[in-house]
């Protein structure tokens, strides 16, 4: 069985930065792309970011591209993501994923992810 534990999340003031942890756990990090999602209220979920099972293969969502970074410590089995310049637009609540089977795999589509976190809420104000 694979868990996923998100943590990091908060309220921070527009221009901030916060870093997301994603805890996996069950099978080495390796086995697994992982991938970070972001859903607002009222909005579907969007792709932010993905690593391969590698961890050669970077991806990330445009509305992201320059300020998130995405990044992996395999000794914890942990995966990270980096928010930079973070603006109220990122205000939402953050999904991790990871998926074992990656032959085909669409990194930014949510629905080739099989397992996922509970989440991390994270507020940006002005």
């Known amino acids: 069985q694979v868990h996923l534990v998100e943590s990091g999340g908060g309220s921070v003031q527009a221009g901030a930065s916060l870093r997301l942890s994603c805890q996996v756990s069950?099978?080495?990090?390796?086995?697994?792309?992982v991938a970070w999602f972001r859903q607002a209220p009222g909005t579907e979920r969007e792709f932010v970011s993905a690593i391969s099972k590698s961890g050669s293969d970077i991806y990330y969502g445009d509305s992201v591209k320059g300020r998130f970074a995405i990044s992996r410590d395999t000794a914890k089995n942990t995966v990270y993501m980096e928010m930079n310049s973070l603006k109220p637009d990122d205000t939402a609540v953050y999904y991790c994923?990871?998926?074992?089977?990656?032959?085909?795999?669409?990194?930014?589509?949510?629905?080739?992810?099989?397992?996922w976190g509970q989440g991390t809420q994270v507020t940006v104000s002005s």
């Open positions: 994923a990871a998926e074992g089977w990656t032959f085909g795999l669409r990194y930014q589509s949510e629905a080739d992810y099989t397992y």
């Open positions: 069950g099978r080495p990090l390796g086995s697994y792309a």
